[in-house]
């Protein structure tokens, strides 16, 4: 799998890594401005919970605010004790899923997240792309 992070102005790249528990997943951090942010797509299962201890290490230590966004395979609560203390959860509420799902299913539907460390969420919504992709956009707006 790929991670894409695109921006409008120079990016410099500080971390891309595949996990050691699931090469198939990973993370990308780049330096933005005063902003670190931190792509991933985490595993299901039993290796989430290094993979997340990694996140939180890579996103700790990079000064300033850090926004780390994906999809974690997971819902919201489980990620942010994953993450643990200094993590915001920019939450969209449940009105459209991240990752919609037939009716019935038993999976979650809210898997694809974005946290905040030393900024502040202001609007956090999810962008129904009408089937061009298995997942549905979260966009945040955030104030440092």
């Known amino acids: ?3 894409v992070l695109l921006a409008d102005g120079p990016l ?3 971390a891309a890594e595949a996990f050691a528990t699931d090469p198939g997943k990973g993370l990308l951090a780049a330096r933005f401005g005063a902003a670190t942010v ?9 290796s989430r919970a290094s993979q997340l201890q990694r996140l939180a290490e890579v996103a700790s230590g990079t000064p ?6 994906g999809d974690f ?7 942010a004790s994953g993450l643990g203390e200094g993590f915001v959860a920019c939450d969209p509420g ?3 899923p991240t990752r919609p799902r037939p009716a019935g299913a038993t999976k979650s539907t809210s898997i694809d997240h974005v946290f905040a460390r030393g900024a502040a969420p202001l ?7 009408r089937g ?13």
């Open 1 to 3: 799998e790929y991670l």
């Open 12 to 14: 410099a790249q500080l």
């Open 38 to 46: 931190v792509v991933t797509h985490v595993s299901f299962g039993n």
């Open 64 to 69: 300033g605010a850090t926004i780390v966004a």
């Open 73 to 79: 395979n997971a819902g919201l609560a489980a990620v």
């Open 94 to 96: 449940p009105a459209i």
């Open 123 to 129: 609007a956090t919504t999810v962008i129904d792309v």
């Open 132 to 144: 061009v992709s298995d997942h549905n956009i979260v966009s945040t707006n955030m104030r440092a």
